[in-house]
């Protein structure tokens, strides 16, 4: 059996993922025009894999795949993709199979498909879809984006405290509207507001009789449906939740979230920390050349002002530079340690800030320690540096001056490392994204002036 057959025998779901091999028979049988070879390739793919799939072909061959796979198209895989790669899809599928995989989608994923087309895109879809899907998400969209609104999903099952078990199950078994995965059943009074939850396995394990308000949890969680999705992903982590009630204003029941959206935001959101704190805003890898360098322009540029603060330095201790060019070598090993140990700092306080570790209640133990740590890292390089430059370059009034430097410039790095982020913080500023900038540019000035300052007092 030839190896392109042996692949078309096998599930690639059996891999757990896409293997290479798997990708790259794709791949050829793409490039080769091997329509019926692609679509056994593809047909038993998940859709999270055939969204992975996607992310790993060039453009030419996403267009070519979806157009070989044609209605055998899984649009569910869309709403797993970022979003440029997403929208680029969605204009090469028709607003008919667009409308009817809308109907099908939960309403969160809808929501998600939907949220960035034009109104007139928008509408167009909507308008071909049945009137009580319709509703639902355009009740979503009415919510701000990253909110606990658009997150939720409407479908969900509710049940009067009077209802026995009994009655429970009947209607969960008869009900053609029920979500396709739920954990618990909500509670609700006559005016819709949520009284309380029963989870499934509760309700499987008690008698038919028994009334819904005997077993229910009325100590639950609720989500108001403007919260920042950030916020409900804290919630969740904080009390350990699977699923919770989405609420309104007044308190009545809008929606459920559950724990495998939460689990996306918190992936989302920690990588746009990362890519922030990179300076690389929003960027995925599927963007273009031009997209991608877009986006890294606006904080490379920030960094050039930051970056002629620290040569304005330099130049102003050019002569001694000129007459000892030993400094000249010497400076970079300062500024860099003092930057990572200043980016340790301010990695380890965004993070904190992030998770609610670092709070108004702990925040001055957090900077003396920090400050601490920072200065005995000082000595102890100061050390090591002293040492090695006064039998490296013969010169130990230079070591003295090169140890002193590194103990006040690690030191000034790691209180700034924590003061920065916690200064944006206060400014209403995300940290996440301004405090490199501002970082770079402090480290490395205080590094030089320390260094060069010292060295021009004592040595020239």
């Not at 070989?68 to 199979?97: K, N, Q, T, W």
């Not at 969680?221 to 009630?245: C, G, H, R, W």
């Not at 980016?343 to 925040?363: G, H, I, K, S």
Request: glycine share 6%; net charge negative.
């Amino acid at each position: 059996m030839s190896d392109t057959a042996a692949e078309l025998d096998r599930n690639p779901e059996d891999d757990l993922g896409l293997s290479p091999d798997f990708v790259r028979t794709v791949v050829d049988r793409i490039d080769a025009g091997d329509a019926p070879a692609v679509r056994k390739l593809t047909a038993d793919l998940h859709p999270s894999d055939l969204a992975e799939l996607i992310e790993l072909l060039r453009p030419d061959e996403r267009r070519t795949l979806v157009a070989i796979l044609g209605p055998d198209f899984d649009l569910v895989a869309l709403s797993e993709l970022d979003e440029g790669l997403r929208d680029e899809l969605l204009s090469h599928i028709g607003p008919g199979r667009v409308a009817e995989a809308l109907a099908d989608l939960d309403t969160d994923d809808a929501v998600y498909l939907l949220e960035d087309m034009g109104a007139e895109e928008q509408r167009e879809l909507l308008n071909r879809m049945p009137e009580e899907e319709r509703t639902q998400i355009e009740r979503s969209l009415e919510y701000d984006e990253d909110s606990a609104g658009r997150l939720m999903q409407r479908d969900i099952v509710v049940v009067p405290p009077h209802w026995s078990v009994g009655q429970t199950i009947d209607h969960m078994r008869e009900s053609v509207d029920l979500p396709e995965t739920f954990f618990e059943i909500f509670v609700v009074d006559e005016a819709f507001h949520a009284i309380g939850t029963v989870p499934l396995s509760r309700i499987m394990r008690t008698k038919r009789p028994v009334k819904i308000s005997d077993i229910m949890d009325m100590d639950q969680t609720l989500i108001p449906a403007a919260m920042d999705q950030e916020e409900v992903a804290y919630q969740f982590e904080k009390y350990n939740l699977v699923s919770a009630a989405v609420v309104d204003e007044e308190e009545r029941l809008v929606g459920m979230v559950t724990v495998d959206d939460v689990v996306e935001v918190i992936q989302e959101e920690a990588g746009e920390d990362i890519r922030r704190l990179a300076g690389v805003g929003d960027e995925a890898l599927t963007d273009t050349v031009i997209q991608t360098a877009r986006s890294r322009f606006p904080w490379l540029f920030a960094n050039l002002f930051t970056a002629a603060i620290a040569a304005i330095v330099i130049s102003a201790f050019g002569v001694s530079i000129e007459k000892m060019v030993t400094l000249a070598i010497l400076m970079p090993v300062v500024a860099a340690l003092a930057g990572n140990a200043g980016t340790q700092t301010m990695t380890v306080t965004v993070r904190a800030m992030a998770t609610r570790d670092l709070v108004e209640f702990n925040v001055r133990r957090v900077i003396s320690r920090e400050v601490l740590v920072a200065f005995l890292n000082g000595i102890i390089f100061a050390i090591l540096m002293g040492i090695g430059v006064g039998f490296i370059f013969g010169d130990w009034q230079l070591s003295g001056v090169i140890a002193v430097s590194m103990v006040i410039t690690l030191g000034f790095a790691g209180l700034s490392g924590i003061l920065i982020p916690l200064a944006l913080d206060r400014a209403g500023a995300d940290p996440a994204i301004s405090s490199s900038v501002f970082l770079i540019a402090l480290t490395d000035a205080v590094s030089f002036l320390a260094f060069l300052g010292l060295a021009t007092w004592l040595l020239l």
